[in-house]
């Protein structure tokens, strides 16, 4: 399920951003761009930071910004950036790899998030992640970690 | 034995990381419930153990209940160096 989400068009990689709500806004555009999701998402995304802190960097140098169904998807979709240079969640957070996480009630995304747990339950998965030059390496690294426990 | 893992929307991290506890019990051979919700619901729910990010979990500490801070929700060695002298 995480390869029909995350795919070429919603796959990004780019050198640096100026902050993370930067990271987020453009991690987020190709969503926008094919309305699966409401600009007010994005915004409630840096809200919720805002409010509870950078617990979004869920493992070193990867966060999965979100927020509510309620606030503004239309689509359960997810999209991703890779950062060449980390940008700081917190003083102690820095990351590269950003993923939005659109979700429209609280079942239909729990497989993809499965196969993400797969993905970045790893270090050395990640770090292979952040060396994509190309977003087609990314969508075929995801393939292969992804599907790995069902070979 | 019930853990409850806890971030502030209840959708993404909170669940990630309750396969990830799930999967250090089956490494350390032990057995528990394991849910996970959000922030705002978390009062109406007991557990005997609260787990999830330290700026989450700070937010429920009382002095009474036990709180288990996670630094890497997708570290298996981190959760299960953290869990086994609880359980």
């Known amino acids: ?3 029909e989400l995350l795919h070429s068009e919603t796959i990004q990689i780019t050198n640096e951003v100026a902050n993370w709500q930067d990271a987020i806004r453009i991690a987020a555009s190709p969503l926008l ?3 699966k999701i409401e600009k007010r998402y994005i915004q409630a995304m840096i809200d919720s930071i805002e409010q509870h802190g950078p617990y979004v960097v869920l493992t070193p140098k990867v966060a999965i910004p979100h927020a509510r169904p309620s606030d503004g998807v ?5 999209s991703l950036l890779v950062l060449q240079k980390p940008v700081y969640f917190g003083p102690d ?3 590269y ?3 939005i996480l659109a979700a429209t009630d609280h079942t239909t995304h729990l497989q993809a998030l499965v196969d993400l ?3 970045l339950q790893e270090p050395s998965q990640i770090d292979n992640i952040i060396g994509c030059k190309r977003a087609k390496c990314v969508m075929d690294k995801i393939k292969q970690y992804a599907t790995k426990e069902q070979l | 034995m019930k853990i409850l893992v806890v971030c502030g929307n209840g959708l993404g991290s909170s669940f990630m990381m309750e396969l ?3 999967k250090a019990l089956l490494e350390l051979s032990k057995e528990a419930e394991v849910t996970h919700t959000d922030l705002t619901s978390v009062t109406s729910e007991k557990a005997d153990i609260y787990i999830g990010a330290g700026d989450i979990v700070d937010q429920l500490d009382n002095g009474v209940r036990k709180i288990v801070r996670v630094v890497n929700m997708m570290s298996i060695p981190e ?3 953290k869990l086994a002298p609880l359980l």
Do not use: A, C
Request: glycine share 4%; net charge positive.
């Open chain 1, 97 to 99: 790899v950003i993923i």
């Open chain 1, 33 to 35: 761009q094919q309305n």
């Open chain 1, 74 to 78: 239309n689509e359960l979709s997810m």
């Open chain 1, 93 to 95: 957070k820095p990351v």
């Open chain 2, 20 to 22: 990830t506890i799930k």
């Open chain 1, 1 to 3: 399920m995480l390869t």
């Open chain 2, 79 to 81: 959760i299960k160096g």
């Open chain 1, 117 to 119: 747990t797969q993905v």
